[in-house]
């Protein structure tokens, strides 16, 4: 693994963040337990709704709606980590409250309810800075 932090290089388990460190795809029973309903494992970019500041990037498991971002599949913050399991998610431009934290008691796994009104997703595109200079 020390090779991959070194010389910054992604592969499909290993995804490069904006802040240059390098997200490891989780891979355990909740993604699997998604993944064998359908679909696939995704990186979104969540950003505001009111400004379009980045708020995070998500790895997103299975099929549906993104209704909560569990706080262990978010891999990236704008400002660095912050506690969302009792802060709420806002915006550090605007101060929109884009997600209120709660534990989703099905899985008894700290999440962040989102308020599909205050933000905007996409698929999360690793930029190459040498391609963007």
Same mark, same amino acid.
């Given at each position: 693994?020390?090779?991959?932090?070194?010389?910054?290089?992604?592969?499909?388990?290993?995804?490069?963040?904006? $802040?240059?460190?390098?997200?490891?795809? =989780?891979?355990?029973?909740?993604?699997?337990?998604?993944?064998?309903?359908? #679909?696939?494992?995704?990186?979104?970019?969540?950003?505001?709704?009111?400004?379009?500041? /980045?708020?995070?990037?998500? =790895?997103?498991?299975?099929? #549906?709606?993104?209704?909560?971002?569990?706080?262990?599949?978010?891999?990236? =913050?704008? #400002?660095?980590?912050? $506690?969302?399991?009792?802060?709420?998610?806002?915006? /550090?431009?605007?101060?929109?409250?884009?997600?209120?934290?709660?534990?989703?008691?099905?899985?008894?796994?700290?999440?962040?309810?989102? $308020?599909?009104?205050?933000?905007?997703?996409?698929?999360?595109?690793?930029?190459?800075?040498?391609?963007?200079?």
């Amino acid at each position: 693994m020390a090779g991959i932090n070194e010389s910054k290089k992604t592969d499909k388990n290993h995804i490069l963040m904006p $802040d240059g460190s390098i997200y490891k795809i =989780q891979r355990d029973r909740f993604q699997k337990d998604r993944l064998k309903l359908g #679909g696939e494992t995704i990186m979104l970019s969540i950003s505001c709704a009111s400004c379009e500041e /980045p708020l995070l990037v998500y =790895q997103k498991d299975g099929l #549906g709606p993104l209704k909560r971002c569990y706080v262990d599949r978010i891999a990236w =913050q704008t #400002g660095g980590e912050k $506690d969302l399991t009792h802060d709420p998610l806002k915006c /550090p431009t605007c101060k929109e409250t884009v997600g209120t934290p709660m534990i989703y008691k099905k899985e008894d796994r700290p999440a962040v309810r989102m $308020d599909n009104s205050k933000f905007h997703k996409s698929r999360y595109v690793v930029r190459d800075s040498a391609t963007t200079s």
